[in-house]
């Protein structure tokens, strides 16, 4: 039976194309119908949902956002500069498939959709982040360009003292000899997500890096998006906002989305506390109760960075950014968000 790849539309066929991420192990709440919305929107892009089916079984999903200059055209997954997690390519109904019925099923739907890219879109460039999707071999054997990048991912497994023993022992230290009384740590609401973003706005701007992130995109996605997708986990030291991470959360996974910045230099607050453990450490926690398998600390391309997510123990993983087309095209995208 051959293998048939179709588009979805975001808007009409959302409960549809909502069934198939949650069927899917390789999704988060980006691969939502609201999410690839939301995204689109604040990027300027069309969305395509692409499905590849089996007969009447769905085999895979791929999102694509379609961005035009002029008179040539990209296609990126996830959208471009919209600092979202991982989109790319995600699997169904591939797990209890013998190797090589899983690698015809792979390379037809991969290839279903080259083929779908070339005929609708025709794009100059194309870039997508293939991140829990591990067979990048079709997009090599295409002639794209495949390049490895790296996470941090910690297993949340044991118990918690467990899972504390395995940091570092200054990580140990900053979180186990904390005054629990001077400070909370708590789930904010909407407006804690807006306060993590800006936060982390302030920090690039200060090092004079840009930033994409809109405070109104990431509340919208907290407001749109199921319960529990979006968590803004925020620091309290005598009521005042010292510091915040924005998590993601799947059915197996956390991923530290953004903020553990460093406070703010100018807060009126003085403590000796080390915000950053103390909030890694509850996201971590909260998720092992909560029976989640996963804590992806969202990058390990920064020597600076790694350095602190290192103190927890995480095991290196391998994602792939695969692009192919006219070098240079990006260029182009960035200088439109940056004077959207």
């Known amino acids: ?15 549809e194309w909502d069934r198939y991420v949650e069927r899917s192990d390789g999704t988060n709440p980006f691969f939502r119908a609201d999410a690839i919305r939301l995204q689109a929107q604040d990027t300027g892009t069309t969305p395509h949902l692409l499905v590849g089916f089996k007969g009447q079984e769905a085999v895979g999903i791929f999102p694509i956002f379609e961005f035009t200059s002029g008179p040539v055209t990209g296609a990126f997954s ?37 083929e779908w890219l070339e005929t609708e ?18 997009f090599v054997w295409n002639e794209f360009d495949v390049e490895p990048e790296y996470t941090y991912i910690v297993d949340l497994e044991g118990s918690e003292d467990d899972l504390l023993d395995r940091f570092s022992s ?20 909407t407006d804690e997500v807006e306060r993590i973003v800006d936060q982390v706005a302030a920090r690039y701007e200060n090092q004079g890096r840009a930033f994409h992130l809109s405070p109104d995109f990431a509340r919208s996605l907290h407001r749109a998006l199921p319960d529990g997708s979006i968590r803004p986990y925020v620091c309290l030291v ?7 991470i924005l998590v993601v959360e799947s059915e197996t996974t956390r991923y530290r989305w953004q903020g553990g910045v460093r406070p703010d230099a100018d807060t ?36 600076s960075i ?15 950014v695969i692009t192919s087309g006219a070098f240079g095209f990006d260029l182009v995208v960035d200088r439109y968000r940056k004077y959207r």
């Open 238 to 244: 005598d009521g005042e906002f010292l510091g915040g």
């Open 306 to 320: 790694n350095r602190y997510k290192a103190k927890f123990n995480p095991r290196l993983v391998t994602n792939y």
């Open 268 to 303: 009126t607050i003085s403590t000796d506390l080390d915000i950053n453990d103390l909030l890694d450490w509850h996201v971590m926690r909260d998720g092992l109760r909560d029976g989640l398998e996963y804590y992806d600390l969202v990058g390990a391309g920064v020597p």
């Open 170 to 189: 200054d990580a140990r230290s900053n979180i186990r000899n904390a005054d629990e009384d001077a400070y909370t740590i708590e789930e904010g609401d």
């Open 121 to 138: 879109l025709s794009p100059l460039y194309t870039r997508f982040v293939a991140a829990e999707f591990a067979d990048v071999r079709p």
């Open 1 to 15: 039976m051959s293998l048939e790849v179709t588009e979805l539309d975001p808007w009409q066929d959302a409960a």
């Open 78 to 114: 996830p959208a471009p500069q919209s600092w979202s997690c991982y989109l790319g390519p995600a699997l169904l109904n591939v797990d209890k498939l013998k190797q090589r019925k899983a690698d015809q099923r792979i390379e037809r739907f991969l290839e279903g959709c080259f």
